[in-house]
């Protein structure tokens, strides 16, 4: 056996303890959450020799793993360049969502591009959907997703300044609501901080180990200055649950599970704290009829937005919206 396995071996020994001592900590708080006294053996990564065995585990036990360093300041300068030229409207990308937020669009002092707090779906920009198929970020995607990887969802977010309302915040909510495909194992969200971000400006806060749960209920939350659009948030999370705040350093890239619980919290400073994010899903995942479940909900909004922009009455279905972002960024296209 070599070494790499035999020390697999015993961590996954390990795993058949209770594990509440565990902190690797590329992160700011503690992380170890799990009280259980079952074995769970490496379910949520594969082996492709980039993970230690302790960055396996650290996946495996709290749903996120964050990479310093990992996406250069060249790059992520050329993204912020494009996004600027997008607001500037220099460029236009078909397909594109620009997401304004509730309380900024509505004032008049502040210039058209301040109002931008997210690009959707920019996978049509090629300097932007550089960022998905960047080789250091897939090969820390296949540990999640296998060889052949699906570029399903992509974000710029560019949270501003709060204006009072606290509507910068992103409530607490777990991507897989939005998502019509599984098995939810074989997706995962790649995110990059485009700047240093810090409780200040609101950075992302997530709830370790809630990848272990099940896909909550999502709603709008009854925030008294509003919700951004699409912007459901969980219900009936426990808020006793430990929660880690990730400041990181401008390059720094987390991969989360699709059921972690994470939102982000208000920007209280005077600058725009960008991120830029992908989440990818193994090409061989399905699709799935959200029919009475609790994302029929997100499902009805999809589809009604959907067919406002194309101007097809209900003709698109919630799975359509998906297939036809999806872009294949390694190996083969299967089933999404
Ligand atoms: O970047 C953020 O503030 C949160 C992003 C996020 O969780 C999302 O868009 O799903």
Redesign the pocket.
């Known amino acids: 056996m070599s070494r790499a396995a035999e020390r697999l071996r015993l961590l996954i020994n390990h795993l058949d303890r209770p594990s509440s001592n565990i902190a690797a900590a590329p992160t700011s708080a503690q992380t170890s959450t799990s009280t259980s006294t079952h074995p769970h053996r490496l379910r949520y990564t594969f082996d492709n020799d980039l993970l230690t065995p302790e960055q396996r585990l650290f996946y495996e036990e709290n749903g996120f793993i964050l990479i310093k360093n990992l996406v250069s300041e060249e790059d992520i300068d050329k993204f912020r360049n494009e996004f600027e030229r997008i607001c500037r409207q220099e460029v236009k990308v078909p397909g594109l969502v620009v997401m304004r937020d509730l309380a900024i669009v509505k004032s008049e002092f502040v210039p058209d591009q301040k109002a931008v707090s997210?690009l959707q779906d920019y996978q049509e920009d090629p300097e932007l959907f550089r960022y998905c198929a960047l080789p250091q970020i897939l090969n820390y995607v296949e540990c999640f997703t296998g060889p052949n990887i699906m570029a399903m969802h992509t974000?710029l977010?560019n949270?501003p300044p709060d204006a009072g309302k606290k509507t910068s915040r992103?409530p607490m909510?777990q991507?897989l609501h939005?998502f019509p495909f599984r098995p939810a194992d074989k997706i995962v969200?790649a995110?990059t901080a485009m700047e240093r971000v810090n409780r200040q400006n609101?950075?992302?806060v997530v709830l370790p180990g809630t990848h272990t749960g099940t896909l909550q209920e999502h709603d709008y939350p009854e925030w008294e200055g509003g919700v951004n659009k699409m912007?459901h948030g969980v219900r009936g999370y426990d808020p006793q649950h430990p929660r880690v705040h990730l400041e990181m350093e401008k390059g720094d890239t987390v991969f989360f599970h699709p059921l972690l619980i994470?939102?982000?919290g208000m920007n209280q400073t005077q600058g725009f704290?960008k991120?830029i994010?992908c989440h990818y899903a193994g090409a061989d995942c399905y699709y799935i009829d959200v029919k009475g479940t609790t994302q029929e909900n997100i499902e009805k909004e999809v589809q009604e937005i959907a067919a406002r922009k194309y101007a097809l009455d209900n003709e698109i279905t919630f799975t359509d919206t998906w297939a036809f972002r999806g872009r294949l960024v390694q190996g083969e296209r299967i089933s999404l």
Do not use: E
Request: with cysteine; glycine share 10%; hydrophobic share 25%.
């Open positions: 997210k974000m977010i949270k992103h909510h991507d939005y969200c995110w609101g950075c992302l912007y994470h939102g982000s704290r991120a994010s």
